[in-house]
Nanobody, 120 residues
Framework: QVQPVQFGGGLVQPGGSLSLPCAASASKSVMGWFRQGPGKARGFVAA????????YYADSVKCRFTIAGDSAKNTAYLQMNKLKVEDTAVYYC????????????????WGQGTQVTVSS
């Protein structure tokens, strides 16, 4: 199957903002983002369920990151505000048919990843 295509990323100062778009070729139940920081395991960041537009966030990004999207276009955006140095990571977009959004193993199609670096 065709992988989701990611855009965006780059270098930003602490307190700044970035948007990470992701476009999937197939309609699935869930689109999510995971990230892997230097020396860390990949972990859940946020997800959206298309049926109701429900969104889910890791505690570390709540009130700073927001997902918005268009289910008809299979496209979503992870808007990242008030970025911190500890947000530095490779961010992956992924899609899933599962009803569960939290686990990495629930996702069966992964984007190529994009680097986000937060540094002054």
């Amino acid at each position: 199957q065709v992988q989701p295509v990611q855009f965006g990323g780059g270098l930003v100062q602490p307190g700044g903002s970035l948007s990470l778009p992701c476009a999937a070729s197939a309609s699935k139940s869930v689109m999510g983002w995971f990230r892997q920081g230097p020396g860390k395991a990949r972990g859940f960041v946020a997800a959206i369920k298309w049926t109701r537009g429900s969104t889910y966030y890791a505690d570390s990004v709540k009130c700073r990151f927001t997902i918005a999207g268009d289910s008809a276009k299979n496209t979503a955006y992870l808007q990242m505000n008030k970025l911190k140095v500890e947000d530095t990571a490779v961010y992956y977009c992924a899609t899933s048919y599962s009803d569960c959004v939290w686990g990495e193993h629930e996702y069966d199609s992964w984007g190529q990843g994009t680097q986000v670096t937060v540094s002054s």
